[in-house]
């Protein structure tokens, strides 16, 4: 448990640099790339971290004089999903669950039932905190390890099933998202979708990002958007004119500087996509994504 917690209070900053910089050189990819990968989903993951915190310390507060503004009484707090890793790792699943996930994915690929490589190890608290659940529901430390490997397979599989609409509309080819919180809502997607499929008109609409941005031009713009909605809640909150504009300036800023700091994450993550699907190719006579 000490080599958990000291693992888990390193945090995803530090943690996925040194995983990712291992996983390239294992498979075969030459120091020098395997660190700059790295030290790049290192510097992604910072960003995103300092963006994050930039807009909750700026939202937050108008948030909460929203709350006191129109007498609203909110009884839960959202603790966010870093305590909930610790939490998760901190459990007895958690302690054993991060060799039991790459087992897992090893004997899957080795049987071909899954072409995904999982090397988000950070995020196997999704699994961790699956199975410290049933196993507080069931009293029962195996119920809730064969809970977790449950939503590992789950998790490949579907990873394996949306990976060509991750390379559509994402352009990363051979890149998959087998990330436990993203793609539980798959079945629900392809089924609401599969609803607004038949119903007449609804049917007919085809909105994104880009048809957006291509239709209403700069209003359809992120930045816009955000500094748009940043005013609405800062004069919402009772904020004066400055600090109306000053909440907005800084949503519009975190809308641009997220997607940025996330494609420093995947710039990171596609040489060891690539050096994967080599090393796995090559000794499996398998196409892998990772």
Request: aromatic share 8%; charged share 10%; net charge neutral.
């Amino acid at each position: 448990m000490d080599i958990i917690n000291f693992i888990v209070g390193l945090g995803a900053s530090v943690m996925m640099p040194i995983i990712i910089t291992l996983i390239g050189l294992i498979m075969g990819a030459s120091f020098g790339k395997a660190l700059r990968a790295g030290l790049t989903v290192g510097v992604g993951f910072i960003g995103l971290n300092l963006v994050i915190g930039m807009l909750g310390g700026s939202l937050g507060p108008a948030v909460q004089q929203m709350v006191s503004n129109y007498g609203l009484s909110l009884t839960v707090i959202d603790v966010g999903w870093p305590a909930a890793a610790a939490i998760a790792f901190a459990s007895r699943v958690g302690a054993v669950i991060i060799p039991i996930a790459l087992a897992v994915n090893m004997v899957m690929i080795l049987t071909k039932t899954t072409q995904t490589i999982n090397i988000d190890v950070w995020n196997f608290w999704h699994y961790a905190f699956t199975g410290a659940l049933v196993t507080f529901a069931t009293d029962s430390f195996v119920f809730g390890v064969v809970a977790a490997v449950i939503q590992a397979v789950m998790t490949l599989v579907l990873a394996d099933w949306t990976a060509k609409g991750v390379e559509e509309q994402l352009g990363l080819q051979g890149v998959s998202i087998p990330h436990g919180l993203s793609v539980a809502f798959v079945p629900i997607a392809l089924v609401i979708n599969k609803i607004l499929d038949y119903i007449p008109g609804i049917n007919k609409i085809n909105i994104d990002a880009e048809m957006v941005q291509k239709r209403f031009g700069l209003f359809g713009e992120p930045i816009l958007v955000g500094t748009v909605l940043g005013a609405i809640i800062g004069f919402a909150a009772g904020y004066d004119l400055g600090g109306a504009l000053n909440l907005a300036i800084t949503m519009g800023a975190a809308l641009v500087l997220i997607p940025r700091m996330a494609g420093l994450l995947m710039e990171g993550l596609l040489p060891i996509s690539d050096a994967a699907s080599e090393f796995v190719d090559k000794r499996l006579k398998t196409n892998t994504k990772i």
